[in-house]
């Protein structure tokens, strides 16, 4: 670990921070089977292939008549083609008959298209001449609106990656070609420790000097959308003992382990000095060049990877989705594509002019708001120890560390957070 010439640990880029995550390359979670109404959110372990053609059949896409798209060629508003009606295609049900040229069939959408026939002519483009005659008043080519079998999916393709985190149109993918159980990866444990002699329980009486355990709520609701399961341990005095206790349970029952509070360098900050004895490669770094979150420690024992998230409710937000989360999404078996955002993002005006110091990213909140039919980014000013700071924003504008702020009516990228 890399230190400055007063012996502290020297702040690593977001960027040589997010490397060294990266080469971590943590356990990623065992298999389990599971039903597909239950697999949504859940990531594929293995390639799924279709066990058949999807449509099965060939279809109409509209209400109209399945015709031989041969006999309608020429066919206009002032020169229509006459067919003989043949029949009814009834809907979920394989045709009785076949057609012969200058033949057509009435057919619903969904309707499975009769032999013979290779385009639907839609209804508004027909006449009804008599019971058993139509006039077809527009050409159409073949295969026009109609899906043909295996069109959607063929037998044997892949379907979907492993490393997919199933969507609803996923799952409906699925049910499509008749899957209904799936291979996913188990949803990683996420042990959740809060630190500090001042911290007391959400439930509890508050004395002079005392605050209440929020952080460990947020970081569950972090892990929950990020689709792992937290653990709360509870809160663990500002002893190496009680800490090193804690974490150590902690590496038996869990893939990842997050803690908050005690990763400034202090007298009373053990947790550094705990995690780096708990084992190879110990420490990664301590301290990223970040605002809020700069005193973050990541460090690694027998390859599960744990966090010191500073104590101050905004820094653990920046520090989760900045540092853990792409963690968690590995260890959760995710193969995210790289070039795609993590989270959704909208374009607005930022609302004032603000100074950031060169050398560090800073991870500003704002509150969206709309003026005139424009999105503007209002800053949510604040300690990064207030939680009204979180609550009031609904996102956050990332300043690069080699800008020295951002101008009033500049257009910003908004980092939502997701809900």
């Known amino acids: 670990m890399m230190k400055d010439i007063l012996d502290r640990p020297e702040a ?19 298999a389990e089977v599971l039903p597909i109404e239950e697999a949504y959110g859940r990531v594929l372990s293995s390639d799924l292939l279709s066990p058949e053609d999807l ?20 066919a206009s508003e002032t020169m229509p083609v006459y067919l003989k009606v043949r029949g009814e295609v009834r809907m979920g049900k394989r045709p009785d008959f076949s057609l012969k040229r200058s033949e057509a069939a009435a057919i619903p959408t969904g309707g499975m298209l009769p032999d013979g026939a290779d385009a639907v002519v839609m209804v508004e483009h027909t006449n009804r001449v008599s019971t058993e005659m139509i006039e077809v008043m527009k050409t159409v080519a073949p295969n026009e609106n109609v899906i043909l079998a295996g069109e959607d999916v063929r037998k044997g393709e ?34 959740v420790i809060s630190t500090g002699d001042e911290v007391v329980p959400a439930e509890g009486a508050v004395s002079a000097g005392e605050v209440r355990d929020m952080n460990s709520y947020n970081l569950s609701g972090l ?18 003992d009680q800490l090193r206790k804690a974490l150590a349970e902690s590496l038996q029952e869990a893939e990842m382990v997050l803690l908050t509070g005690g990763s400034s360098v202090g007298t009373e900050d053990h947790t550094a000095r705990v995690m780096e004895e708990l084992g190879p490669p110990g420490i990664l770094f301590h301290g990223a060049g970040i605002k809020p979150g700069k005193p973050l420690i990541a460090a690694a024992s027998g390859g599960i990877p744990l966090f010191g998230l500073p104590g101050h409710p905004a820094a ?36 004032r002019s603000l100074h950031s110091s060169p050398g560090r990213e800073d991870h500003i909140r704002v509150s969206l708001r709309k003026r ?32 020295t702020g951002l101008y009033e009516g500049e257009e910003v990228e908004v980092r939502l957070f997701n809900e």
């Not at 449509?55 to 020429?74: C, E």
């Not at 492993?162 to 499509?176: F, I, K, M």
């Not at 920046?318 to 590995?330: G, H, N, S």
Request: aromatic residues 6%; proline residues 8%.
């Open 223 to 240: 892990v929950l959308r990020c689709g792992g399961i937290p653990v709360r341990k509870g809160i663990v005095r500002d002893h190496p």
């Open 158 to 191: 892949v379907v979907l990656r492993r490393g997919r985190r199933l969507r609803p149109q996923d799952v409906a993918a699925l049910a499509g070609v008749g899957v209904v159980e799936v291979e996913v990866h188990r949803r990683p444990l996420v042990a």
């Open 55 to 74: 449509p099965g059949f060939n279809r109409s896409t509209m209400d109209g008549y399945a015709v031989h798209s041969a006999d309608t060629f020429g």
């Open 316 to 351: 653990v937000t920046v520090c989760f989705e900045t540092f853990v989360e792409p963690v968690l999404r590995r260890i959760s078996g995710e193969r995210g594509k790289a070039y795609l955002p993590s989270r959704r993002t909208v374009k607005a005006f930022f609302g």
């Open 372 to 403: 005139d039919e424009v999105l503007w980014a209002v800053p949510v000013l604040g300690k990064s120890g207030l939680i009204r700071t979180l609550v009031e924003a609904d996102g956050v504008v990332v300043i690069p560390p080699n800008r």
């Open 12 to 30: 690593v880029s977001v960027e040589q921070a997010l490397r060294i995550l990266d080469e971590l390359g943590p356990a990623v979670t065992p």
